[in-house]
């Protein structure tokens, strides 16, 4: 006799008796990497041992997977300290080596995180964690894919059991042709993951009075959109990321559209605390040279802005005193 199951989907029979640490030991899966949600509810790590499985049970087990300077002049936000202000992404890289490489050149201490399905069917393919040290890179877990405040916040709550961070980064989707934020589900699942104690940057659209909203619900950094995510068109509203640069108290990062180098800096020059981008490198013809610029480039906005640029005029200015021309 044994016991029917759902495992990620797909049915799946185990013997009476097993439990969720025994079922991973089968899969392969190292428990430390890995959350398990039971019938809707997150398994606590340390009571996988003591969790026997029923029948007609539906278990997720999901895990991580790809989605500077030194001048003292770095950022801060929920009281973790970053030297760069750049954030990469994990995903779209032909596969984890080029990926992590090109996380080395850009110098980035975060990377951005997609929770999915462990493939419990082919325990060959490698994991994120293998490539991308945990210890050495902080894990900023995302909602890409999430159209609903209660996907998000679900997600979420995964991965927080997986990896134990409670830093993450909140997307909710309007649809999928634009992904374009919906702002009302955005603010629901501000107001929820803030509760349960989680440090939410979210991404969002460049509107100063969403931001502000989302400001006062508690998110410790703000993130609006440059363009459409993936697009590579640059940032199509400056004005807007200004003003809400000018009326934040949290940290504000350009998140999605940057293409080019040269857009990199521009966001840096409008005031932003860092970019985060993830297409711009690894669709470029050379992702790790790319990732390079990209590096230099927030590094060079950084500093022109803290410089301060010269005033625009309506005519010319010579350099040179005209007084004494020969």
């Known amino acids: 006799m044994t016991l029917s199951i759902t495992l990620n989907g797909e049915p799946r029979r185990v013997a009476p008796g097993t439990t969720i640490a025994a079922l991973l030991g089968e899969l392969d899966l190292d428990a430390a990497k890995v959350a398990v949600e039971r019938n809707l509810e997150i398994s606590p790590r340390s009571g996988f041992a003591g969790q026997e499985l029923q029948d007609g049970d539906r278990l997720e087990v999901v895990h991580f997977v790809g989605g500077g300077q030194d001048d003292g002049d770095g950022w801060s936000v929920a009281g973790r300290q970053f030297k760069s202000r750049l954030i990469v992404g994990t995903g779209k890289y032909k596969d984890y080596v080029q990926n992590a490489a090109a996380v080395e050149a850009s110098g980035a201490e975060i990377v951005t995180v997609a929770v999915r399905r462990v493939n419990v069917m082919d325990r060959s393919q490698p994991m994120l964690t293998d490539y991308i040290d945990p210890k050495r890179f902080t894990y900023l877990p995302n909602t890409a894919g999430c159209f609903t405040a209660d996907e998000a916040v679900r997600t979420l709550r995964l991965a927080r059991e997986a990896g134990g961070w409670k830093l993450v980064k909140l997307e909710v989707l309007g649809e999928a042709r634009t992904l374009y934020p919906?702002?009302?589900?955005?603010?629901?699942?501000?107001?929820?993951?803030?509760?349960?104690?989680?440090?939410?940057?979210?991404?969002?659209?460049?509107?100063?009075?969403a931001a502000k909203k989302l400001e006062e619900l508690g998110?410790?950094?703000?993130?609006p959109l440059g363009s459409l995510i993936g697009s590579g068109l640059g940032i199509q509203n400056p004005v807007t990321i200004r003003m809400i640069v000018e009326g934040a108290k949290v940290p504000v990062l350009v998140d999605a559209g940057v293409g080019t180098a040269s857009e990199a800096s521009e966001a840096m020059e409008l005031g932003c605390a860092g970019v985060l981008m993830n297409t711009a490198i690894a669709e470029a013809k050379d992702p790790i040279l790319m990732a390079r610029a990209m590096k230099l480039a927030v590094e060079s906005g950084r500093l022109a802005y803290r410089a301060g640029r010269m005033a625009r005029r309506r005519y010319a200015d010579p350099s040179s005193p005209l007084a004494g021309l020969i």
Request: proline share 3%; with cysteine.
């Open 219 to 223: 998110a410790v950094a703000i993130m």
């Open 182 to 209: 919906d702002m009302a589900e955005t603010l629901v699942a501000t107001k929820t993951l803030v509760a349960e104690g989680f440090d939410v940057m979210v991404y969002c659209a460049d509107d100063p009075i």
